[in-house]
């Protein structure tokens, strides 16, 4: 067990020389040997071979008892004297480069990532090749100092330094809208989380749903949608059920540390601005179209007073679904603003707060005495956007009367220039 324990310590002399002066890479002797082999001489390689065997050997052999040990150590200790005195001579140097980077993916239980060079290099690295050791969660995203070394299976960093995030201002944005089922993205930041819940919903394929909300959160800023949940619906037409896929997810926008980017946050308008400024617009077309509705009812009044004066009520009913048809109201039921408490979302075109779980599954929704007002069920209708005028499936809610039908006629009127 003594010769084991020796054998092994002078194993890891051989492998720690090898790491810092040669940038070796591998595990083991043996493969360390290997990826820098090319830089040795030949003798030297074969030595430490020998060396490497006999490791293996008593790795597999616990029992295994040697002659001569002393000899074997004195051999040893030559060979790591000779590699020591050729790692230190000029020619044997590897061109070793100060470089600058981004930690952009990291492994914590592998111990080692990689650096996106400010070179446009990755450069791989190990934990203990950090000369200040952080948090293993936290080393994604920092600006690094190091020293960057070529070897037999690419570029290495040595003797990284991790700099503080805010010595790096500049940001790179990702190519393509990204998604997280989560609530963060691997190797991005989050440099505008947008309180807006985007939604989308379409009959033909859980793709074309998730393409509009993509669609939708451009609209507002975003380049990204985290906490993505999926759910399934069920719409009507006549007597004909279909299933409505949807989507949901928070708008919100990332990007990655870059000193060679230019982009900056403060040069992206915020998403809360631009989901408010559309709102504005919404809110503002929505108020233009109820007073085109109500001319036209009070229009239709005034030419068809002497029906109703005789008595022909039933052309009022005839005038609010003319009106309703012809002008129909548009609706922003694809954004939803996120309450505080993060279970609930305001639809600002419904106007009350509509609990998660009606919003995400398939529940039902059965009207329960002493409500004067609810959702009865989900279905299903084509919205015209007003500013895009693109026409899609979307989630709506059919508003029901329950109680004594005091004031039906009114509730009708109220129901027509609202919808």
């Not at 470089?99 to 592998?110: S, T």
Request: glycine content about 6%; hydrophobic content about 35%.
């Amino acid at each position: 067990m003594e010769q084991f324990n020796d054998i092994w310590k002078i194993s890891r002399e051989f492998e720690k020389v090898l790491d810092r002066k040669f940038g070796a890479q591998g595990k083991g002797l043996h493969s360390k040997l290997s990826s820098v082999q090319r830089e040795l001489p030949k003798e030297l390689v074969l030595r430490i071979r020998k060396i490497a065997d006999i490791r293996n050997k008593t790795m597999h052999e616990r029992d295994i008892e040697f002659s001569d040990f002393k000899a074997f150590k004195q051999e040893a200790k030559k060979a790591y004297l000779a590699l020591r005195s050729y790692s230190s001579a000029p020619n044997a140097t590897p061109d070793i480069k100060k470089k600058d980077g981004i930690i952009h993916a990291y492994m914590a239980e592998k111990k080692y990532g990689f650096i996106h060079g400010d070179d446009g290099q990755s450069y791989f690295f190990h934990y203990r090749d950090l000369l200040n050791c952080l948090s293993d969660n936290s080393l994604e995203g920092h600006p690094v100092h190091f020293e960057a070394i070529l070897t037999q299976k690419g570029y290495r960093a040595k003797n990284c330094t991790v700099l503080a995030k805010e010595t790096v201002n500049t940001y790179r944005m990702p190519d393509d809208f990204l998604f997280s089922k989560s609530n963060k993205f691997k190797s991005w930041e989050i440099i505008d989380a947008g309180a807006w819940e985007v939604h989308g919903s379409s009959q033909e394929s859980p793709d074309s749903a998730k393409q509009l909300l993509k669609d939708h959160a451009r609209r507002i800023g975003a380049n990204a949608a985290r906490n993505l949940n999926y759910y399934k619906t069920t719409g009507t037409e006549g007597n004909y059920r279909f299933t409505i896929h949807n989507f949901k997810a928070q708008a919100v926008r990332v990007g990655r540390r870059d000193r060679a980017a230019h982009a900056q946050p403060d040069d992206f308008p915020a998403i809360n601005v631009l989901a408010q400024t559309l709102l504005k617009e919404h809110k503002a077309h929505r108020r233009k179209k109820r007073a085109i509705k109500l001319s036209v009812f009070f229009a239709g009044i005034a030419l068809l007073l002497p029906s109703l004066l005789n008595g022909y009520l039933f052309i009022l009913p005839v005038i609010l679904i003319l009106a309703s048809v012809f002008i129909p109201m548009p609706k922003l039921d694809w954004l939803n603003e996120l309450s505080e408490q993060g279970n609930h979302s305001l639809n600002p075109d419904l106007g009350w707060n509509a609990p998660s779980s009606i919003l995400s599954s398939d529940t039902d929704t059965t009207v329960h005495p002493g409500q004067s007002r609810a959702v009865s069920h989900l279905t299903s209708h084509r919205v015209t956007d007003p500013i895009s005028n693109m026409t899609d499936f979307h989630l709506g809610t059919q508003g029901i009367l329950t109680g004594s039908p005091t004031n039906v006629q009114g509730y009708m009127l109220h129901q027509a220039f609202e919808d």
